[in-house]
């Protein structure tokens, strides 16, 4: 069935599929779809909240604490993106199949109390269960949310839909950044663990009790049979060559990207001698502001009519992460202040503007019940390279580069240079993805789904 009005009509009463029992009878409202958007972004904005904020006083754990660089990405890094890049493919596999509320409720309670659990950790066992703990209940959030935002909006309106959800990447790395660096250098990095765990618990609830579970591609054409099994969407993913490599460059970007902010906290800390507020208060900022008025800006652009050709939006981000990477090959090597907080304003809405069109395109390279699974596959590669590969390698990288291996700003300094050549690469997969982008969507239309 399709969705004949996509304005502030309503939809007609979708059937209710055994696994669906909660779907809703009555008509779905465009002040009902929005308020799932809001509440998918709040779900986002506290993954991405608390990612930052174990990122910003990475530097104070690692000195309490006594650790090397690699020390202290494996504990507060890759512990937790162990758990939930392997945990994603189980949990979707449920998505795809079971009440998406359901999941998404009790993942963001479960990883909300584990982030209070790590303020409250003594040792360096407790604080690694902790993060284990967060990265599992993590892994049942985004994609749970991408797939529930498919069946609230239509395909011609996706994109713009998981645009604003993820907004919650700016926000979540403004509270991450500077209100955890704020709360961190007045009351301690454990206590601010203890406040920024609670709201997740009470959005949790509240989505609970107010959001109903949609029927399942109820807005794309044709019925819907039983949830493929996982060998087979990733059979059909292979068969789609542009949805792979916008796979692998949202990857990449995480790797280059995400990677470098994982450890701009500490370099700033080190480098020009600033605490963890004063750190925060200049990476805040420019992620609230910097960060979401690119994904606005880039909103509005990318829904003119120039960008119906979904090649011109891959190529657009393309040519915007290579002119990024340059920005941080300065950043890195400068060593005056003033420079690298005006060029940061230039680098990091490059993080933004690609999340939310590369999830809207990808959902519409999907038939409707791998929606859940293309979004894990593509976190599971993107946090791979983000949370495993980027924090570990230049934490590595960083011991190895330091005299008598006591890591400091200028080791810190050589080992983010070495990561900032990946943007290049990312770029060319933008690129190349949209060879076959009109052909891999055509296809994953005509096929019943």
């Known amino acids: 069935m399709n969705d004949a009005s996509s304005g502030a009509g309503a939809d007609p009463g979708p059937v209710v ?18 308020y799932v958007a809001f509440m998918m972004c709040l779900v986002y904005t506290l993954s991405i909240s608390d990612r930052y904020s174990i990122s910003t006083v ?45 999941i998404i409720g ?19 066992a407790q604080l690694l269960w902790a993060r284990i703990g967060v990265g599992i209940g993590e892994a049942g959030g985004t994609p749970g949310a991408n797939s529930i935002l498919s069946d609230y ?5 996706r994109p713009m839909a998981l645009q604003v959800f993820a907004l919650g990447a700016p926000i979540g790395a403004w509270i991450g950044s500077q209100i955890a660096g704020a709360l961190a250098y007045h009351y301690g990095w454990r206590t601010m663990f203890l406040l920024l765990g609670l709201p997740g618990v009470v959005a949790g609830a ?11 591609g109820r807005l794309d054409a044709g019925e819907q049979a039983a949830a493929p099994a996982i060998l087979e969407t990733l059979r059909f993913l292979w068969k789609q060559r542009s949805a792979v490599h916008l796979m692998v460059a949202g990857a990449i970007v995480a790797l280059w990207g995400w990677g470098l902010m994982w450890w701009t906290p500490a370099f700033l800390m080190r480098a020009y001698s600033l605490n963890v507020g004063q750190a925060g208060a200049i990476l805040g900022p420019v992620h609230l502001i910097g960060g979401s008025a690119a994904m606005i800006g880039s909103t509005w652009l990318l829904s003119r009519p120039f960008f119906a050709d979904p090649r011109r939006i891959v190529r657009w981000l393309g040519a915007y992460i290579a002119f ?13 202040l003033t420079l690298t907080r005006w060029l940061l304003w230039l680098f990091v809405p ?68 070495c990561l ?18 009109l052909e891999d969507e055509r296809r994953a239309k005509s096929i019943p789904a």
């Open 206 to 216: 509240l989505i609970f009790l107010t959001i109903r579970e949609p029927r399942r």
């Open 58 to 102: 990475l530097e104070p754990i690692r000195r309490q604490l006594h650790l090397s660089d690699a020390n202290v990405a494996f504990l507060t890094g890759v512990s937790l993106a162990i758990f939930y890049v392997f945990f994603g493919i189980p949990l979707s596999w449920l998505i795809d199949r079971y009440s998406r509320r359901n």
């Open 350 to 417: 490059a993080l933004y503007v690609y999340i939310g069109a590369s999830f809207g395109i990808l959902n519409n390279l999907a038939l409707p019940k791998m929606r859940a699974m293309y979004c894990a596959v593509t976190l599971f590669i993107a946090n791979v390279c983000n949370l495993i590969i980027a924090p570990q390698a230049v934490g590595m990288l960083s011991d190895w580069f330091a005299p008598h291996h006591v890591p400091n700003a200028a080791s810190l300094r050589l080992g983010l240079l």
């Open 106 to 124: 009790a993942s963001l309670v479960a990883w909300s109390v584990f982030t209070a659990a790590t303020g409250v950790s003594r040792s360096y």
């Open 17 to 34: 599929s055994p696994h669906d029992r909660h779907a809703p009878s009555e008509a779905t409202t465009l002040a009902q779809r929005w």
């Open 324 to 336: 990024a990477t340059l920005v941080t090959a300065v950043i890195y090597s400068s060593h005056s």
């Open 153 to 157: 909006f239509p395909a011609a309106r």
């Open 420 to 437: 900032v050549p990946t943007g290049f690469w990312a770029s060319w997969h933008f690129f190349r993805s949209s060879r076959d982008l």
